[in-house]
């Protein structure tokens, strides 16, 4: 026999109270994210000194491509964001121009690394740091790739739905920020960076990255990737 269930307004009232709770520790959390991005890509800047050495900028190029362009490229989207008041529209655009500028500085840190070795007759891909990076700019190139067939969608030959492009984009851009994190902190285990940064200041550049990295993995996650309902 059904039976009217009356809800207890005190709950309510408790759970919009946790429910405004977490909106703002989101938020708070984005902030957070976009102050710790620009506060590191400051922090290798100093600690690089550009135009000492061909080195000297590939730390440079690669933290602005990742811990700036991409970090706020993505969290354009989510909540907490520096343009949260404009449209739609405007917020594809400064995503496309953020990537860009991304792919950009990328490959111009990945040249100035190449040159460095070569000057120096060092070998190519011969640690960790070396390979993932690598690796990370495959798949940014790929997913960058992906993006243009999403927002060009009659110019694309590939025979595939916008929504599996879109599932495809998102998801390589989940990968690109996970190995964009792991390199970043391989790079923190080389010699130039040990002999650089010692003690706490070493250990509080290996865990900055992860704020920055969780906040944007969980908005990929939660907001864009597809989530299966599950039905009893």
């Given at each position: 026999?059904?039976?009217?269930?009356?809800?207890?307004?005190?709950?309510?009232g408790?759970?919009?109270?946790?429910?405004?709770?977490?909106?703002?520790?989101?938020r708070?959390?984005?902030?957070?994210?976009?102050?710790?991005?620009?506060?590191?890509?400051?922090?290798?800047?100093?600690?690089?000194?550009?135009?000492?050495?061909?080195?000297?900028?590939?730390?440079?190029?690669?933290?602005?491509?990742?811990?700036?362009?991409?970090t706020?490229?993505?969290?354009?989207?989510?909540?907490?964001?520096?343009?949260c008041?404009?449209?739609?529209?405007?917020?594809?655009?400064?995503?496309?121009?953020?990537?860009a500028?991304?792919?950009?500085?990328?490959?111009?840190?990945?040249?100035?690394?190449v040159?460095?070795?070569?000057?120096?007759?060092?070998?190519?891909?011969?640690?960790?740091?070396?390979?993932l990076?690598?690796?990370?700019?495959?798949?940014?190139?790929?997913?960058?790739?992906?993006?243009?067939?999403?927002?060009?969608?009659?110019?694309?030959?590939?025979?595939?739905?916008?929504?599996?492009?879109k599932?495809?984009?998102?998801?390589?851009?989940?990968?690109?920020?996970?190995?964009?994190?792991?390199?970043?902190?391989?790079?923190?285990?080389?010699?130039?960076?040990?002999?650089?940064?010692?003690?706490?200041?070493?250990?509080?550049?290996?865990?900055?990255?992860?704020?920055?990295?969780?906040?944007?993995?969980?908005?990929?996650?939660?907001?864009?990737?597809?989530?299966?309902?599950?039905?009893?």
């Amino acid at each position: 026999m059904p039976a009217d269930v009356e809800y207890s307004p005190v709950g309510k009232g408790l759970e919009m109270q946790e429910s405004r709770l977490y909106v703002w520790m989101r938020r708070v959390a984005v902030i957070a994210a976009h102050a710790t991005g620009l506060g590191l890509v400051v922090t290798i800047f100093v600690l690089s000194r550009p135009g000492t050495s061909l080195f000297s900028w590939h730390p440079v190029c690669m933290s602005v491509a990742y811990w700036l362009c991409l970090t706020e490229g993505l969290l354009l989207f989510g909540e907490g964001s520096l343009y949260c008041c404009k449209s739609r529209s405007h917020k594809v655009c400064m995503h496309l121009c953020c990537q860009a500028a991304e792919l950009v500085f990328a490959i111009t840190g990945l040249g100035f690394m190449v040159a460095s070795k070569n000057r120096s007759e060092l070998p190519h891909l011969v640690s960790w740091h070396s390979v993932l990076g690598l690796c990370t700019l495959v798949v940014t190139a790929l997913q960058a790739a992906c993006g243009l067939c999403v927002h060009f969608p009659k110019q694309q030959q590939i025979l595939l739905y916008p929504s599996k492009l879109k599932l495809y984009h998102t998801t390589l851009g989940l990968v690109v920020y996970f190995l964009a994190t792991v390199t970043i902190l391989s790079a923190m285990f080389s010699d130039w960076f040990q002999a650089t940064v010692r003690g706490v200041g070493w250990w509080a550049l290996l865990l900055l990255p992860l704020l920055p990295a969780l906040v944007v993995m969980n908005q990929i996650i939660n907001s864009h990737l597809p989530h299966k309902k599950i039905t009893i």
